[in-house]
């Protein structure tokens, strides 16, 4: 929309003066010019429609006189036109034929007076006066109101830009979140040798698996979020156990059974959601269906739902890559190895859940799959 108006309605459009007088009949425009003149209008003098036009294209007249009927172009249409394009020149109208039809078609036009002919000195000035009156309050109602759009307009960029700073930022926020856990979870992973991938992998296994059982979008992002985290209490493991080739001396388990207890140390106590799903997950992804898992050999539904998922990505994930003391099992083996484990490790519901995914299983198995060029964080947008 184009403004009119800058700032301030310009003081020269609101005291011009200079009035236009268009008339075919001779007489009667100088008298109405001298009337105006002697009463402080600058006056202009034009014989038809088509002079008045030129008139109004060289400067700008505050009001113009026009005459109903003229040769050529009448008084009506050249009023109708000259609104249109000259939207800050009032105009009146005057006509010899005293019509009330007529007066009223000019007003509903936009003209801001009619004057019948003859007429009397007094009723030209007053009209005039008005006519100036009325056309410097619609000029400056036009610009308070254009002032005001354009007000609201700024406004309105200015808190779009603000909404869309507020969402980058916290779009920011939210990946160097995610990002800080992928990267502290891989440095206690890198320290049995785990590979990057692994929690990627993980992770999305268990969003996969959490969609698949219907949680709520959020609750599957923040499963798929924190999950990553589920071994960060190997930071607590000795390195002669944690590293150690071969089995475990049952001393040597326990050891190693406590990552799941001191990562819940770790992350629990915190209010935010995203750390209590990963403390719980830390507490629970090596509890097993049948209850004797550890920590606490919880049972069944009694482990929280997101211990259950990651229970089954981790093993999955597990048994389907290369560990230093085993080969990757293809899927097949892996699906045996697991239906093994249905009711006793496993949830059996979220297992047959999980294995019925395949296509999905693959897919993620082969984006994060473990070779030098995958080791670096993938973008997490
Ligand atoms: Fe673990």
Redesign the pocket.
């Known amino acids: 929309m184009t403004t009119l108006f800058s700032q301030d309605a310009p003081q020269a459009l609101l005291e011009n003066r200079k009035i236009l007088v268009v008339d075919d009949e001779e007489p009667i425009r100088r008298l109405i010019g001298y009337l105006l003149q002697t009463h402080g209008y600058t006056v202009t003098l034009a014989a038809d429609a088509r002079e008045a036009r030129q008139l109004l294209d060289k400067e700008p007249y505050a009001l113009m006189l026009c005459d109903v009927n003229m040769p050529g172009e009448s008084g009506m249409d050249l009023v109708r036109t000259i609104l249109e394009e000259h939207p800050h020149t009032a105009s009146i109208m005057v006509t010899g034929l005293d019509s009330s039809v007529l007066a009223n078609a000019a007003l509903d036009m936009g003209a801001f007076g009619y004057i019948v002919k003859p007429f009397e000195m007094n009723e030209v000035l007053i009209d005039v006066a008005n006519a100036l009156r009325r056309r410097k309050l619609e000029i400056e109602n036009r610009f308070h109101r254009e002032h005001l759009e354009d007000l609201v307009r700024t406004r309105t960029m200015a808190l779009q830009q603000a909404l869309e700073w507020l969402e980058r930022s916290e779009k920011e926020l939210r990946l160097s979140r995610e990002e800080t856990i992928q990267r502290l979870a891989i440095a206690a992973e890198f320290r049995d040798h785990s590979t990057a991938q692994h929690i990627h992998r993980m992770s999305h296994y268990c969003e996969l698996l959490a969609k698949k059982h219907g949680l709520s979008p959020e609750h599957c992002d923040l499963i798929r979020t924190a999950s990553p985290m589920?071994?960060i209490?190997?930071i607590g493991t000795p390195d002669q156990v944690l590293l150690k080739p071969g089995k475990f001396t049952a001393e040597e388990f326990d050891v190693i059974s406590q990552?799941?207890e001191i990562?819940y140390k770790i992350l629990s106590g915190s209010d935010s959601d995203l750390l209590k799903v990963a403390a719980t997950i830390?507490w629970t992804?090596?509890e097993r269906y049948d209850g004797t898992g550890y920590p606490r050999k919880l049972k069944g539904e009694n482990i929280p739902i997101e211990g259950r998922i990651a229970a089954i990505a981790?093993n999955f994930d597990a048994l389907t890559t290369a560990r230093v003391y085993k080969p990757a099992f293809d899927f097949a083996h892996a699906r045996s190895l697991m239906l093994k484990e249905r009711g006793t490790q496993f949830d059996p519901e979220l297992l047959d859940l999980f294995l019925s995914c395949e296509e999905d299983l693959r897919r993620i198995h082969d984006h994060y799959a473990d070779n030098p060029a995958n080791q670096e964080l993938p973008n997490v947008a």
């Open positions: 589920h071994d209490g190997k990552h799941a990562g830390a992804h090596h981790d």
